[in-house]
């Protein structure tokens, strides 16, 4: 149980182009999904809480209007990187918390999406 | 801010050795989690650590927590070479209505487990 899909796993664009990259929870509801960053040989770094139902909270620094979050149901979120440029070139994670689940933060993560804008 | 930091970042070890790669973190928390990644890979969650002096053991793997020290340790004992991966711990604030926070990572420790 408790898995999480991420649709597509690798994109090549154009500079300039949209790409959205889709988050879903296979087995399980999850109220909050969690969108991360990872560059090459580093950490990963939250960009956003994404909540069913309402506005995505945005950490410090990341652009709300450059990486548009939608949390439509209980089991999908989409990330969409707008206008993407190659210093957005990154592995995109996403994570989801159980809804109703248990007091700490347990989080499923997805496979992740490697974008690569040329 | 929450700042987790790891130690070593890197390290290179012979198969059958033992070592130890530390975390500490800056804010007062009492969950912490510590995940395997394999190169191109997503993480896997090896251990959930939510108490002071918890731990967990799984195969050659022991993780512990100390929450006054605001420390935990991955304890490798007798490694292999397939436990040559990223490992990262993070940490996360639950909000005091129990809402569901981010997880701050440490920076990932590169280990190398040579025959």
């Known amino acids: 149980g408790a898995v999480v899909s991420q649709h597509p796993s690798w994109v090549i664009c154009k500079s300039g182009t949209s790409v959205k990259i889709e988050c879903r929870s296979l087995d399980f509801q999850a109220t909050t999904m969690f969108w991360y960053r990872q560059f090459p040989k580093q950490s990963l770094m939250l960009m956003a809480t994404?909540?069913?139902?309402?506005?995505?909270?945005?950490e410090q620094g990341v652009e709300k209007d450059k990486f548009l979050i939608n949390h439509a149901s209980l089991t999908l979120s989409t990330l969409t990187v707008t206008s993407a440029h190659p210093e957005d070139s990154s592995f995109y994670i996403c994570?989801?918390?159980?809804?109703?689940?248990?007091?700490?933060?347990?989080?499923?993560f997805g496979p992740g999406t490697r974008l690569t804008v040329l | 801010e929450l700042k987790v930091e790891q130690n070593p970042l890197f390290l290179s070890m012979q198969e059958g050795k033992n070592y130890t790669i530390y975390c500490n973190y800056s804010t007062t928390s009492d969950r912490l989690y510590w995940y395997r990644q394999d190169p191109g890979k997503s993480l896997e969650s090896l251990f959930v650590?939510?108490?002071?002096?918890a731990v967990k053991q799984e195969g050659r793997l022991m993780a512990s927590l100390d929450t006054k020290a605001r420390l935990s340790t991955l304890h490798i004992t007798a490694a292999v070479h397939d436990l040559s991966a990223t490992y990262f711990c993070a940490v996360d604030i639950l909000g005091s209505g129990g809402g569901a926070d981010g997880l701050t990572f440490g920076k990932g420790t590169h280990l190398i487990i040579q025959p």
């Open positions: 994570s989801a918390r159980v809804a109703g689940g248990f007091s700490y933060n347990e989080q499923f």
């Open positions: 650590l939510l108490s002071n002096g």
């Open positions: 994404s909540n069913e139902g309402s506005k995505a909270t945005y």
